[in-house]
């Protein structure tokens, strides 16, 4: 799904405003000239913004997939989640080099002998997300076999699992995600597996619906809360000219939850 660009811009706006405000603080706390402060300010807001523009640059020439890519991955993912064990085994069986491995099958592994070396690879597609217990009972196997390198394939993985992952002795561990699936595994091997499933095309949110959302009538307690913190610190600060800013952006949010007309967000989706 797309990323809707009104929301992209106002987290643009954002971000910029909040690092203005922090250099300003800051400039503004070793140096009492406010026009000074603001120059500088601003001159820091542009060499930010410089250096975002090149680093996202970077970022995008190295780690370049394209829409249709990212699709075509999600829809491999989803087949190897609806396949049965036996599949998603046949399936990366014929994705190892046969000339070079002697392949043998054991539970849900697919071990072969590689340089010398006992490898084994796990296709663990029971969840979306890797589940340690999962996980174990392949590594139990492996062990038996006195495997030296585990490969295992899922879908997504989380931080707090790969840990775990790691923390075992004499052997390693690799978690290859749907990414790194697709990268070191079928695009080298030139084979993917048919496709069962595809999305179709979403809507993309219009500036009415989003308007609909951010200006729920449940939402007005959050937002007059906020402004009545913000303009109460008004009080406190000695500038506080964003603070009553702020507020008064927040006030106005509150009163147009209140006289916007309250629709039906569903009727603009169907």
Same mark, same amino acid.
């Given at each position: 799904?797309?990323?809707?660009?009104?929301?992209?811009?106002?987290?643009?706006?954002?971000?910029?405003?909040?690092?203005?405000?922090?250099?300003?603080?800051?400039?503004?706390?070793?140096?009492?000239?406010?026009?000074?402060?603001?120059?500088?300010?601003?001159?820091?807001?542009?060499?930010?913004?410089?250096?975002?523009?090149?680093?996202?640059?970077?970022?995008?020439?190295?780690?370049?997939?394209?829409?249709?890519?990212?699709? !075509?991955?999600?829809?491999?993912?989803?087949?190897?989640?609806?396949?049965?064990?036996?599949?998603?085994?046949?399936?990366?069986?014929?994705?190892?080099?046969?000339?070079?491995?002697?392949?043998?099958?054991?539970?849900?592994?697919?071990?072969?002998?590689?340089?010398?070396?006992?490898?084994?690879?796990?296709?663990?597609?029971?969840?979306?997300?890797?589940?340690?217990?999962?996980?174990?009972?392949?590594?139990?196997?492996?062990?038996?076999?006195?495997?030296?390198?585990?490969?295992?394939?899922?879908?997504?993985? !989380?931080? %707090?699992?790969?840990?775990?992952?790691?923390?075992?002795?004499?052997?390693?561990?690799?978690?290859?995600?749907?990414?790194?699936?697709?990268?070191?595994?079928?695009? %080298?091997?030139?084979?993917?597996?048919?496709?069962?499933?595809?999305?179709?095309?979403?809507?993309?949110?219009?500036?009415?619906?989003?308007?609909?959302?951010?200006?729920?009538?449940?939402?007005? %307690?959050?937002?007059?809360?906020?402004?009545?913190?913000?303009?109460?610190?008004?009080?406190?600060?000695?500038?506080?000219?964003?603070?009553?800013?702020?507020?008064?952006?927040?006030?106005?949010?509150?009163?147009?939850?209140?006289?916007? %007309?309250?629709?039906?967000?569903?009727?603009?989706?169907?």
């Amino acid at each position: 799904m797309k990323t809707f660009k009104f929301a992209t811009i106002i987290d643009y706006i954002f971000i910029n405003f909040l690092f203005f405000l922090i250099s300003f603080g800051w400039i503004k706390y070793f140096n009492k000239n406010i026009t000074f402060s603001f120059s500088l300010s601003i001159f820091l807001l542009i060499i930010f913004n410089i250096l975002l523009i090149f680093f996202n640059s970077n970022k995008k020439t190295k780690k370049k997939i394209t829409k249709k890519l990212e699709d !075509d991955i999600e829809q491999y993912m989803l087949t190897f989640l609806s396949n049965t064990k036996e599949e998603n085994l046949k399936f990366f069986n014929k994705t190892i080099n046969k000339e070079n491995s002697k392949i043998y099958y054991k539970q849900n592994l697919i071990c072969y002998i590689f340089n010398d070396e006992n490898i084994a690879l796990s296709p663990i597609f029971r969840n979306k997300n890797l589940l340690f217990e999962d996980f174990l009972k392949v590594l139990s196997y492996a062990k038996q076999l006195k495997i030296q390198k585990l490969f295992v394939l899922c879908y997504e993985c !989380d931080s %707090k699992t790969k840990i775990l992952l790691n923390s075992f002795k004499d052997i390693e561990i690799k978690v290859l995600n749907k990414k790194l699936i697709y990268l070191e595994i079928l695009k %080298k091997a030139n084979l993917y597996p048919k496709i069962k499933f595809e999305y179709k095309e979403t809507k993309k949110l219009k500036f009415k619906q989003l308007v609909n959302v951010s200006f729920n009538k449940s939402k007005a %307690k959050g937002y007059f809360l906020s402004g009545l913190l913000t303009f109460f610190c008004s009080f406190i600060v000695r500038y506080n000219f964003y603070y009553i800013f702020m507020s008064s952006i927040l006030f106005l949010f509150t009163l147009f939850c209140f006289v916007k %007309k309250q629709e039906n967000i569903k009727n603009d989706f169907f």
